[in-house]
């Protein structure tokens, strides 16, 4: 099916294979983007374990778990539109690095001198 994607949905291939919309951003910070596949996992794992989630304090049944499933987004909108009203977000640190002034500046001193050396 997918080899068949440029002629059965061109506008999805484009977005895909053009556009580079082949990954999912959580935050604006630069080289943060994952695949959609680890992003899905990655929030429904932090979900299930987390204070709250499912598998704290309640149980584990097929029906438990598939009315958590089906109710994440409905909870996630609940929360997005609670901090914009209130201006309460939750802050993360830094967690690139690489992304620092001093690492950036060291990286641009580094090209240059391979540029020179070039």
Request: aromatic share 10%; glycine share 8%.
């Given at each position: 099916?997918?080899h068949?994607l440029?002629e059965?949905?061109?506008w999805l291939?484009?977005?895909?294979?053009?556009?580079?919309?082949?990954?999912?951003?959580?935050?604006d910070?630069?080289?943060t983007?994952?695949?959609?596949?680890l992003?899905?996992?990655?929030i429904?794992?932090?979900?299930?374990?987390s204070?709250?989630?499912?598998?704290r304090?309640?149980?584990?049944?097929?029906s438990?778990?598939?009315?958590?499933?089906y109710t994440m987004?409905?909870?996630a909108?609940?929360?997005n539109?609670m901090?914009?009203?209130t201006?309460?977000?939750?802050?993360?640190?830094?967690?690139?690095?690489?992304?620092?002034?001093?690492?950036v500046?060291?990286?641009?001193?580094?090209q240059?001198?391979?540029?020179?050396?070039?």
């Amino acid at each position: 099916m997918i080899h068949e994607l440029p002629e059965t949905h061109p506008w999805l291939y484009e977005q895909f294979a053009v556009n580079g919309c082949h990954t999912v951003h959580r935050s604006d910070r630069p080289w943060t983007g994952i695949w959609t596949d680890l992003g899905i996992e990655q929030i429904l794992m932090w979900s299930l374990k987390s204070r709250g989630g499912l598998t704290r304090g309640r149980g584990f049944t097929e029906s438990v778990r598939l009315t958590w499933i089906y109710t994440m987004h409905q909870c996630a909108t609940v929360h997005n539109s609670m901090t914009t009203l209130t201006g309460v977000h939750q802050k993360t640190s830094e967690q690139y690095t690489e992304m620092g002034d001093s690492r950036v500046n060291r990286d641009m001193l580094d090209q240059k001198k391979v540029l020179a050396w070039l």
